[in-house]
Nanobody
Framework: QVRFVESGGDLVQPGGSLRLSCEASGFAFSTSTMTWYRQAPGKEREALAVAITGGRTHYADSVKGRFTISRDDAKNTLYLQMNSLAPGDTAVYYC????????WGQGTQVTVSS
């Protein structure tokens, strides 16, 4: 069974940093394109960062230069380093493969507030 377990979310002040982790299981993680998403209250889920096998990455304009996606295929784990956080980054953060698997994980809450 496919499973995603996100962690690392917290309450952080504007300008702060967080590192999210996503432990995945039940599919071939090392050969899968992986993506971090977020969903803010009242908004649709949006893709933020993509990690393709071989080391290539892509970022949404909203996080480019601030967020860094990485993966450890030996641990089936995806990471998201988030710097220069702003209140607009407040959301629940999820990971999934491309194409998406169901069910999604529970996500991890990131709140940026002073």
């Amino acid at each position: 069974q496919v499973r995603f377990v996100e962690s690392g979310g917290d309450l952080v002040q504007p300008g702060g940093s967080l590192r999210l982790s996503c432990e995945a299981s039940g599919f071939a993680f090392s050969t899968s394109t992986m993506t971090w998403y977020r969903q803010a209250p009242g908004k649709e889920r949006e893709a933020l960062a993509v990690a393709i096998t071989g080391g290539r990455t892509h970022y949404a304009d909203s996080v480019k230069g601030r967020f860094t996606i990485s993966r450890d295929d030996a641990k089936n784990t995806l990471y998201l380093q988030m710097n220069s956080l702003a209140p607009g980054d407040t959301a629940v953060y999820y990971c999934n493969a491309n194409p998406n698997y169901n069910p999604w994980g529970q996500g991890t809450q990131v709140t940026v507030s002073s």
